[in-house]
């Protein structure tokens, strides 16, 4: 070989080395970068040896506002489900005949010289107005509650540190 012929081989080598040396590093770098993510790199690629990340968080304080809101959505939700409940109950009652026999067992017992109806106290317009008044109370003491225990849970989550929840990517 010519010293020409070697000059040329070793540079040609020496390129070869340094674009795979700038490949290597370019691709460690993304492998890097791509894992302090928690991109495709943070596992391993085949299943069989994937472990599952896992992230411990804690829930060190809760907005009493948030809680108010939410609560007072959710109580008018379950206002509403308990008046339709009762309307819907109060009809299969009233479509088996459970108030007209109850009607007929009341005047068997009290005798027939007193004129008593059943429908009187348990009539669908008292029962639904009852269930409302219900509902509104209800409304009112759940969402005042969950304020409430929300301060109380930002009071003790500061003397204990908070509740410790450890989520899992499986």
Known sequence: M?????????????????????????????EAGRAAAG?????????????????R????????WSVTKLSFLLSVAVGIALVVATAVIWSVLDGMGVFTDLNGLLKDVVGQEVDFDLLDYVGFGKVISLATV????????????????????????????????????D
Do not use: K
């Open 2 to 30: 010519t010293p020409a012929e070697r000059a040329t081989a070793s540079s040609a080598q020496a390129a070869a080395q340094a674009g795979q040396t700038a490949g290597q590093t370019a691709r460690s770098t993304a």
């Open 39 to 55: 991109g495709p790199q943070a596992r391993p690629r085949n299943g069989v040896d994937a472990v599952p990340r896992r992230v």
């Open 57 to 64: 968080l804690t829930l060190a304080r809760v907005d009493p």
């Open 134 to 169: 219900i509902a509104v109370v209800d409304v009112v003491l759940l969402t005042a509650l969950s304020t409430i225990v929300a301060f109380l849970y930002n009071v003790s989550s500061a003397l204990v540190g908070g509740l410790h929840v450890t989520l899992s990517d």
